[in-house]
Nanobody, 122 residues
Framework: QVQLVESGGGLVQAGDSLRLSCAAS????????MGWFRQAPGKERAFVAA????????YYADSVKGRFTISRDNAKNTVYLQMNSLKPEDTAVYYC???????????????WGQGTQVTVSS
């Protein structure tokens, strides 16, 4: 079992930056690829970014490419999402998730955090 806890969300203005963290406990997350997803009110959960177990491969949704950066520190069992140039349309609850596979669809991920709210005002 892996327990994931996100932090770092908040209320910011358009153009600002935030860094989300996802702290893992239980089994070491170095065995898992990690992803960030987000869900806005009334919308389905959407893929944001993923990183391979060793950090050598990353993948981003087109909507965040060039603005967001996913990284991981396996020694700290933590995954990060650096979000720059935030836009109002980035407003959502952000979730981190772990998978033994690799992909962008939520059903590939076995473990989920509780989410952290990010609100971007215009």
């Amino acid at each position: 079992q892996v327990q994931l806890v996100e932090s770092g969300g908040g209320l910011v203005q358009a153009g600002d930056s935030l860094r989300l963290s996802c702290a893992a406990s239980g089994r070491t997350v170095s065995n898992y690829a990690m992803g960030w997803f987000r869900q806005a009110p009334g919308k389905e959960r959407a893929f944001v970014a993923a990183i391979s177990w060793a950090g050598g491969s990353t993948y981003y949704a087109d909507s965040v490419k060039g603005r967001f950066t996913i990284s991981r520190d396996n020694a700290k069992n933590t995954v990060y999402l650096q979000m720059n140039s935030l836009k109002p349309e980035d407003t959502a609850v952000y979730y981190c998730a772990a998978t033994e596979l690799w992909g962008t669809t939520p059903n590939l991920y076995d473990y989920w955090g509780q989410g952290t709210q990010v609100t971007v005002s215009s």
